[in-house]
Nanobody, 116 residues
């Protein structure tokens, strides 16, 4: 079994920054990618950013230029640096891991609230 533990969410004012972290542990043999999704009530979970084992990155258009995803392969940890946050970024952020067999694993979610 794979466990994903997220940290770093919270309340921030518009224009502020937050850094999310997600550490993976357990029966991990091969990681294809790690990433972040977010969800607001009544809407589908959407991709925010992901990074493959080889370092390729993908971002949602809405966060390009503001968010940066990075990864420490030795620690099986992925980070999301979020800058210039705005109220539309308010959501529950979920860490995701896809393994080499295309199995998907999810963290418990961390709330990010952008409000003055």
């Amino acid at each position: 079994q794979v466990q994903l533990v997220e940290s770093g969410g919270g309340l921030v004012q518009p224009g502020g920054s937050l850094r999310l972290s997600c550490a993976a542990s357990g029966s991990i043999f091969t990681i294809y990618s790690m990433g972040w999704y977010r969800q607001v009530p009544g809407k589908q979970r959407e991709l925010v950013a992901a990074i493959t084992n080889g370092g390729s990155r993908i971002y949602a258009d809405s966060v390009k230029g503001r968010f940066t995803i990075s990864r420490d392969n030795a620690k099986n940890t992925v980070y999301l640096q979020m800058n210039s946050l705005n109220p539309e970024d308010t959501a529950v952020y979920y860490c995701n891991l896809r393994d080499g067999s295309n199995l998907w694993f999810w963290g418990q979610g961390t709330q990010v609230t952008v409000s003055s």
